[in-house]
């Protein structure tokens, strides 16, 4: 029986990138102890024929919280924003659950090993958006060139959901957390700080966007207890471009020692013009290898 599961979620039209991200996961010989769980979030009926014959279970995700219809309207895939705080639910026959965002793929195993042992004794194991590299934590609009009004992502979404101003100033300038890639134990205390978050996060927020402001309020207001791990472990591409080490023939940190890419992370979409590589995967980018010479490359997992 296996005890640890990998998890994500697709509707019909990220379904090339859902399928990507598990052949990404299978071709490691490690991934055979490990089991693969989707929730369907609009899948065609030809497109989970397909993924069964690649994963343990497919469960329909549900509106776990309820949100009002008209905001959600047509849009199945926001499902994520609410399902994936109740992962124990949908799949309770697992210990320990990582979840990666189906415009991500796996680079690196060590970092799958990370998460899982990440999580041990309750906590939450997760990366923050910072590291070296980052130029621009926080956005400040300056009025009359001394007066600053905060934009930092957490600060603008805490506002918006009304959360209390006590709870947004604590949250305005913490480096911000990204819930595309998490791990949590099935017993982690982490579940019932981030539903009893999400829960009031919904109520007047958006609801994109929600879960993640929930899971920042579980560590940074609640102290749920959290192992950070490196940012090479959910590397967000549209952050911060990576570089290609051509004798290893892989994606590397652009800066020394220039450690391998674990998880390379689209969200946000990597753009050229008004074309986006996750739904485009003739889009191709300048990418620099280890000698800053660039080459148009793409970011999408190819085999």
């Known amino acids: 029986m296996k005890k640890n599961v990998i998890v994500s979620l697709a ?8 399928n990507e991200l598990i052949d990404s996961i299978t071709r490691f010989e490690k991934s055979k102890g490990v089991a693969i769980c989707i929730l369907d979030a609009g899948l065609t009926e030809n497109q989970k024929t ?62 799958i090993e990370l998460y899982f042992k990440a999580c041990e004794n309750g906590k939450l194991g997760i990366t923050q958006s910072l590291g070296p590299g980052y130029k621009i934590i926080s956005k400040v609009k300056w009025l009359f060139g001394k007066i600053a009004i905060i934009k930092s992502q957490n600060f603008k979404h805490a506002i918006k959901s009304k959360i209390g101003l006590d709870k947004a100033r604590k949250l305005a300038f913490a480096p911000h957390i990204n819930i595309g890639v998490f791990s949590l134990e099935k017993d982690s205390p982490g579940w019932k700080f981030w ?10 927020g958006n609801i994109f966007g929600s879960e993640g402001l929930a899971i920042n309020m579980s560590v940074y207001i609640d102290n749920l207890e959290t192992e950070f791990l490196p940012l090479n472990c959910n590397w967000i591409a549209s952050n911060l471009l990576p570089k290609f080490d051509d004798e290893k023939n892989t994606f590397v940190e652009p800066y020394l020692p220039n450690y391998r890419i674990g998880i390379m992370h689209l969200a946000a979409g990597i753009w050229d013009g008004k074309k986006d590589m996750r739904l485009n995967k003739e ?16 970011l999408r997992f190819e085999q």
């Open 11 to 18: 509707d019909s039209n990220y379904f090339e990138l859902l």
């Open 50 to 111: 397909i993924l069964f014959k690649k994963v343990d279970e497919i469960k329909s995700a549900e509106w776990d919280i309820d949100v009002p219809s008209f905001k959600v309207y047509g849009k199945e895939w926001l499902k994520s924003q609410v399902s994936r705080a109740f992962l124990p639910k949908y799949f309770p026959n697992y210990e320990k659950f990582l979840w990666i965002d189906c415009d991500a793929w796996v680079n690196d195993w060590s970092s």
């Open 195 to 204: 539903q009893s978050n999400l829960e009031q996060t919904l109520k007047s």
């Open 283 to 298: 889009i191709k980018i300048d990418i620099k290898n280890l000698k800053d010479n660039t080459k148009p490359r793409s």
